[in-house]
């Protein structure tokens, strides 16, 4: 066989375990294209027009962005109720997360059922959780009753209080999501070069200098991801201000997700509720980039 005919049935070949492997991919790409690219190219659409859930729609170019930006008096609130919760939620969860991972790291006995235990929260319907802390922080419930029964206090009504309110759906949330950023710092930890460590020990390393200038720059790629995976989960919170507050009191805990889903589904207006979620696509995409950018100065990567 000459060189021609072997390039031919390689080509041949290769054809044909193209369209193979097309025909083994084909039902996930059609299920990407129906679920996702289109819905994505209709709420750009939808963005553009008044579209009520029921009615004559009409194009209306950038009116709806407008709105959200001029007139709408909710829109702003829950902006700032967004950015308020990721400011507070993301440090908390991966400071959490980092030192159980650290304390888990130790020659502990039972550190694996440990990691079991908190991480049931993660795997757990958030509504559940979400039910179960409502009930714990009623004016009688749980707290409240062990409050006044062990030390005599009386505690606010914390989830009435527009102060308390956020602060304990932040709380509810790193409760439900330590555990996975935590089983992401555990297999950095444990993946950590032994050479590096010993090395390290030998000139004297040890407590928080060895965590400050070894462990933690080693696993910086790991502490990225979370940071970035964390950040963008915190925008889009939805489930808990739901379940435990309703968004109030007032909209002292109303999300930018949350007004999505109102304007869309409470108030009808599915135009509104895209222009919205454009909005806090852009901004997501925006801090990714940002974060992005700053990864060479604040990640070591080891070559």
């Given at each position: 066989?000459?060189?021609?005919e072997?390039?031919?049935?390689r080509?041949a070949?290769?054809?044909?375990?193209?369209?193979q492997?097309?025909?083994?991919?084909?039902p996930?790409l059609?299920?990407?294209?129906?679920?996702?690219a289109?819905?994505?190219?209709?709420?750009?659409?939808?963005?553009l027009?008044?579209w009520?859930?029921?009615?004559?729609?009409?194009?209306?170019?950038?009116?709806?962005y407008?709105?959200?930006?001029t007139?709408?008096p909710?829109?702003?609130?829950a902006?700032?109720?967004s950015?308020v919760?990721?400011?507070l939620y993301?440090p908390?969860?991966?400071?959490v997360?980092?030192?159980l991972?650290?304390?888990?790291?130790?020659?502990?006995k039972?550190?694996?059922?440990?990691?079991?235990l908190?991480?049931?929260?993660v795997?757990t319907?958030v509504?559940?959780?979400?039910?179960?802390?409502?009930?714990?922080l009623?004016?009688?419930?749980?707290?409240?009753?062990?409050s006044?029964?062990?030390?005599?206090?009386?505690?606010?009504?914390?989830?009435?209080d527009?102060t308390?309110?956020?602060?304990?759906?932040?709380?509810?949330s790193v409760w439900?999501g330590?555990?996975?950023?935590?089983?992401?710092?555990?297999?950095?930890?444990?993946?950590?070069?032994?050479?590096?460590?010993?090395?390290?020990?030998?000139?004297?390393?040890?407590g928080?200098?060895?965590?400050?200038?070894?462990?933690?720059?080693?696993?910086?790629?790991?502490?990225?991801f979370?940071?970035?995976?964390?950040?963008?989960?915190?925008m889009?919170?939805?489930?808990?201000?739901?379940?435990?507050?309703?968004?109030g009191?007032g909209?002292?805990?109303?999300?930018l997700?949350m007004?999505?889903?109102?304007?869309?589904?409470k108030?009808?207006?599915?135009?509104?509720?895209?222009?919205?979620a454009?909005i806090?696509?852009?901004?997501?995409?925006l801090?990714?980039?940002?974060?992005?950018?700053?990864?060479?100065?604040?990640?070591?990567?080891?070559?």
């Open positions: 066989m000459t060189q021609t072997i390039r031919r049935s080509s070949l290769s054809r044909v375990e193209s369209r492997a097309l025909g083994f991919v084909s996930a059609l299920g990407l294209a129906i679920f996702t289109v819905p994505v190219v209709l709420s750009i659409v939808m963005s027009y008044n009520p859930a029921f009615g004559e729609r009409s194009f209306n170019g950038f009116g709806n407008v709105n959200l930006f007139k709408n909710d829109f702003w609130p902006l700032r109720n950015a919760f990721t400011i993301v908390a969860n991966i400071a997360s980092l030192g991972a650290l304390a888990l790291s130790s020659r502990i039972g550190r694996a059922a440990f990691r079991v908190f991480f049931i929260p795997v319907p509504v559940a959780n979400a039910l179960v802390w409502k009930m714990l009623q004016p009688k419930g749980l707290i409240n009753g062990v006044v029964s062990v030390f005599g206090v009386e505690l606010p009504n914390f989830l009435a527009p308390w309110a956020m602060i304990m759906i932040v709380v509810m439900q330590m555990g996975y950023n935590m089983l992401i710092f555990s297999a950095a930890l444990e993946q950590l070069p032994d050479s590096v460590m010993e090395a390290a020990r030998i000139d004297g390393a040890k928080w200098r060895m965590l400050a200038r070894i462990k933690i720059p080693l696993i910086s790629p790991s502490i990225f979370a940071v970035i995976m964390t950040m963008i989960s915190a889009q919170v939805f489930a808990q201000p739901q379940l435990l507050t309703g968004g009191p909209n002292s805990t109303l999300p997700v007004f999505i889903y109102q304007q869309g589904f108030f009808q207006d599915l135009g509104l509720a895209a222009a919205g454009w806090l696509f852009v901004i997501i995409i801090i990714t980039a940002v974060q992005f950018g700053a990864q060479k100065k604040l990640v070591h990567y080891e070559h």
